[in-house]
């Protein structure tokens, strides 16, 4: 960052970006498009099963390619499960460089590993799972794990208690979180920000909503909303959307039933979608995140493009600074 | 390692003697307290804080104190991706760390650029620009890896030498403990690797 | 949300002079795009933003795509007269499209939550100055992704506020996500080379020591 301060008061700003520009684009231009896959888990490393999920919509989307029942089911306990994770995590980093040196982060972590563990004996790996197929999923659950997952998600709202106790009626977090960083919703909308910094704002706008794309639909779950758009609110949505995740994990335990998880059709090796190009986005846990492809006919997608949520979410980060400060 | 008679040793710890010698001692002190510098890269910093949180607790081999200067550091875990625009900052925050100082490249990406090697913007191995002492494979490397290196590290710090022919390279004063660093080219780094530090293998073709 | 050829009518109507010609998708997502004209994009953009049955007001993705020269080879069979007599002749023309770089927008409605309507714009070449018109001061979101396309693609945005390099260094002069870009040769071992890089690595092999009989192979070349 290039900051101009002026004592404690930020005058200007300027964010540098690029240091972990990793040609993401240029690679999956030149890959097929299966072994783009696990690359998208290493986009955003805390949710790779949301990576995942997006990218295989947009090829599902390019493809028209339908997916059998459970594995939609699946994806949206994974799903959730990861915002679950993110969400704790997010928290515990936040205090932590607020100064509350590592206590709340490992408070985090301790539930972050349990959701790991799942994680791991589904797809072998603690945090690149590379899960999703065009198509489905890649495996399916091992034995009792449904039963693991059940469990953790009946125990995570005391956790979420726990952390709520400790952190949102915490002076020093509402001094220096309340009134800090405000943003107005009309500037969000037109910056293109997204997730839940957006609904901070008091803007209602949930892909899990809007696009209804996956299950979403058949759940029953609320959007929770802010009201000053400031970093306490930011705050706050994280904890009250992770007990919105429960309710739609509780949900989900119910209603899934055995079945296929791929569809049989899908030839996975040497795939071709036709020519054409598609945009598909899903509800990532940092905002919208979106995939454009366009195929030529080949087994490399012609333009490979990742909308990335958290850098767009960055176009306002002067503003939020330049804001009157309280002190 | 000891240069003292372990018979004797064991013979005097039963009279209540307890022997040691300044390199052991030494030695013992800095392995059990290395202080890593915090900074990370990409995905295998999650598993370095990981590594550092409630289950895998690096406490319990001394090495949880991550300070925020290399002023105050002893060991740099070099976690993730390191890209080109980032090579010349880390070679910079090596050069300003204190001697006796040490390097682990945790995951592939740091030790050849992974899975990212064909990228026009990633370096293919921090091992270009600065030497490092224990690499860990994986993508990320197990939090397990991780102690394992740190172990490894320990042991290495445990087994070099204050005094005599084959002393650390730290007290040397030939050797040196900076290296330069990289400046942005136009179309890469320059230079692209530091030929010192780097070779590439030879390649045996008979 | 109404169809887009009502859309492309009512632009018409609303900003004099445009010319859109609507991009068919023939794939299965069936997202057609409007190909904009550069001049009167700004216009066309405050219509989508802030007509209030469109009302376009999060510009969700900005992306720039490089279109290489194309040579299309068509083979016609063709009657001739040759010599009096009629014969039939293969003949090949050869037809050359000029690349271009694309730079296209995904443009949703938070307020009607409706969309998405795909808009792109085209240079007429790939030189290296080649500009676009900056959609910036209309939707904010574009600030940082046009300032990526520029540095990866090299498309000028003109009217942009803040147009310098984002994630390559302001010293670096390629825009490595065209396609004809080529890294710098930066060799280095690999255990099992194949295709391109093997072409590569065979200019950095040392040559084959060129043995003539079989006196000359001793245990230590059969490895
Ligand atoms: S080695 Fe793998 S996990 Fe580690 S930084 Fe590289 S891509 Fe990420």
């Known amino acids: 960052m290039n900051v101009a301060l002026e004592g404690e008061i930020v005058r200007r700003l300027k964010p540098v970006f690029g240091y972990l520009h990793r040609n993401h684009e240029k690679i999956g231009e030149n890959a097929t498009y299966l072994s783009s896959m696990p690359y998208t888990d290493r986009l955003d490393y805390f949710c790779s099963m949301t990576n995942n999920w997006a990218y295989a919509l947009s090829v599902e989307k390019l493809a028209g390619i339908e997916v059998p029942e459970r594995a939609e089911y699946l994806r949206v306990i994974l799903a959730e499960l990861t915002r679950l994770q993110n969400h704790a995590s997010l928290l515990g980093f936040l205090l932590n460089d607020m100064g509350a040196w590592g206590t709340p982060l490992m408070y985090a972590f301790r539930e972050r590993e349990k959701i790991l563990d799942l994680f791991e004996s589904l797809s072998g790996s603690r945090m690149m799972c590379d899960y999703m197929r065009f198509g489905g999923c890649r495996c399916d659950t091992p034995p009792g794990w449904m039963e693991y997952a059940r469990k953790l998600v009946d125990a995570f709202p005391r956790f979420i208690e726990e952390l709520e106790k400790l952190v949102v009626g915490n002076e020093v977090v509402i001094a220096r979180t309340q009134n800090v960083g405000k943003l107005s919703a009309e500037l969000a909308i037109n910056a293109g920000i997204t997730g839940p910094m957006l609904r901070a704002c008091g803007v209602n706008y949930d892909l899990r909503k809007v696009d209804g794309y996956g299950f979403y639909p058949r759940f029953k779950f609320r959007i929770p909303l802010g009201e000053h758009g400031d970093t306490y609110d930011r705050l706050m949505m994280r904890v009250l959307e992770m007990r919105e995740s429960v309710v739609i994990l509780k949900q989900a335990f119910e209603q899934i039933q055995d079945g296929p998880i791929m569809n049989p059709k899908v030839k996975i090796r040497a795939f071709r979608p036709p020519v054409g190009e598609a945009y598909g986005r899903i509800e990532a846990p940092k905002g919208e995140l979106g995939f454009y492809l366009i195929s030529d006919g080949g087994t490399n997608p012609y333009r490979y493009r990742v909308r990335p949520p958290s850098f767009i979410n960055l176009t306002v980060l002067e503003d939020l600074n330049l804001n009157p400060h309280p002190y | 390692m000891s240069d003292i008679d372990e018979g004797l040793r064991k013979e005097l710890q039963r009279q209540g003697v307890w022997v040691t010698s300044m390199q052991e001692l030494y030695n013992w002190g800095r392995k059990n307290s290395i202080w890593p510098l915090q900074f990370g890269l990409a995905c295998c910093a999650i598993e370095m804080i990981a590594t550092a949180a409630s289950r895998y607790d690096i406490a319990r081999f001394g090495g949880e104190v991550f300070r925020p200067s290399p002023r105050q550091a002893d060991l740099m875990i070099v976690a993730g991706t390191v890209t080109k625009k980032m090579a010349p900052q880390i070679v910079r925050l090596y050069n300003q760390m204190p001697d006796p100082k040490y390097v682990i490249s945790m995951g592939a990406c740091a030790i050849s650029g992974g899975p990212f090697k064909q990228g026009y913007n990633v370096l293919k191995g921090i091992d270009r620009y600065i030497p490092v002492d224990v690499y860990i494979p994986g993508c990320p490397p197990r939090p397990e890896a991780l102690l394992h290196a740190f172990m490894e590290l320990q042991r290495k710090i445990d087994s070099q030498r204050l005094t005599g022919a084959n002393k650390a390279e730290h007290l040397d004063p030939a050797e040196p403990s900076e290296f330069p660093v990289p400046s942005f080219g136009e179309h890469d780094l320059e230079p692209p690797a530091n030929r010192e530090v780097f070779q590439p293998p030879k390649i045996e073709r008979s | ?223």
């Open chain 3, 1 to 223: 949300m109404e169809a887009l050829e009502q859309v492309k009518s009512r632009i018409e109507a609303a900003v004099p002079g445009v010319k859109i010609d609507i991009v068919q998708n023939p794939g299965p997502a069936n997202q057609p795009s409007l190909l904009i004209d550069n001049e009167h994009a700004p216009a066309i953009a405050q219509f989508l933003r802030d007509d209030p049955a469109l009302r376009f007001d999060f510009c969700s993705n900005v992306t720039g795509v490089d279109w290489l020269d194309r040579t299309v080879k068509k083979t016609v069979k063709v009657k001739k007269s040759i010599d009096g007599e009629e014969k039939e002749v293969t003949e090949t023309t050869e037809e050359h499209f000029p690349g271009y770089l694309e730079a296209v927008y995904h443009l949703y409605s938070m307020t009607q939550k409706h969309g998405p309507v795909v808009i792109r714009m085209r240079t007429p070449n790939r030189a290296d100055g080649a500009r676009l018109p900056s959609l910036t001061p209309i939707w904010r979101s574009a600030e940082l992704q046009e300032r990526e396309i520029f540095d990866l693609y090299g498309i000028r945005f003109e009217g942009h506020p803040d147009l310098r390099r984002i994630l390559m260094w302001d010293e670096f002069v390629d825009h490595p996500m065209r396609k004809d870009y080529r890294e710098p040769d930066d060799y280095e071992y690999e255990p099992t080379p194949h295709d391109d890089v093997l072409e590569r690595t065979k200019q950095h092999y040392p040559a084959r020591p060129q043995l003539d009989g079989a006196e000359e192979i001793t245990a230590t070349d059969l490895h």
